[in-house]
């Protein structure tokens, strides 16, 4: 639980009992049913709690933000930032029954209030959500192609909203075929363990804004309109400076959000 108020020092007293209360119930429910690795069950807090909070080094959810955690295991990175955003509406879904009945009653034990729980796939979930959250659910393409149905289009928050992946090891090849609408994140340049030294969170932007689907958009540029048209997978811009335009604006983003 220290490890948890280093990095995170504004916790309420809520906020805090709840963080405390995690170790216990998942001693009580790992010994049950096998959520987490035996092995690694020692290091929840570490591991699994402020690994999912990496998230919230990368962006500050605004109130009413709805996220969808895709593969949630026994409850992350879910629950974790279920916690931290109290005032966001978190949808944890699984499709092996016994895990989300973990992450059902570990979520009920500690009060959370903006949690809610189904037992089923990512393909049978239609809704539309702000943000897409997993940890190491299945490869980057496959989640994709299933998740996009899923992204919703208003947009209140400073990152564009999309997929937020919590990764570990090399991930190049797996983001190169979305590399120009992927950001990295180094979860190393905010947590000092040596855990920490491979993780990384990389969102994949839908933004209508920055990386519009098979649609027109213009952008103004010096008193000049220009317009050009975004190819599915890779941006395809007739004009170069638009180009160098929403570079720009992307790594605005990243800087905003490392700082």
Not at 3 to 26: C, V
Not at 79 to 100: M, N, Q, S, V
Not at 201 to 217: G, H, K, S, V
């Amino acid at each position: 639980m220290q490890i948890i108020e280093k990095y995170f020092p504004n916790l309420t007293s809520r906020q805090h009992d709840q963080f405390a209360a995690l170790q216990g119930l998942y001693n009580d429910w790992n010994a049950k049913i096998n959520v987490i690795s035996r092995k690694d069950i020692d290091n929840l807090y570490s591991h699994h709690v402020l690994h999912s909070l990496g998230i919230a080094k990368v962006i500050q959810f605004t109130p009413e933000t709805t996220l969808l955690d895709v593969g949630t295991g026994g409850g992350f990175p879910g629950i974790p930032l279920a916690i931290l955003f109290p005032e966001c509406r978190f949808h944890l879904i699984d499709r092996i029954g016994k895990k989300i009945k973990v992450a059902q009653e570990i979520a009920q034990a500690i009060g959370l209030q903006n949690v809610t729980f189904a037992h089923c796939s990512v393909e049978e979930n239609k809704t539309k959500y702000d943000f897409i959250v997993s940890r190491a659910v299945m490869p980057l393409g496959d989640l994709l192609k299933l998740i996009r149905k899923n992204v919703g289009n208003h947009q209140h928050n400073a990152m564009p909203n999309g997929l937020i992946c919590l990764k570990g090891g090399e991930i190049q090849g797996e983001i190169a075929p979305v590399r120009r609408t992927a950001m990295i994140f180094d979860l190393k340049d905010y947590f000092d363990e040596e855990f920490f030294q491979t993780k990384k969170p990389y969102t994949y932007l839908f933004n209508r804004l920055l990386y519009a689907e098979n649609q027109m958009f213009h952008i103004q540029s010096g008193g000049r309109e220009h317009i050009y048209r975004m190819g599915r997978r890779v941006p395809r811009m007739r004009c170069h400076r638009c180009r160098l335009l929403l570079d720009r604006r992307k790594k605005r983003i990243a800087r905003i959000h490392r700082t």
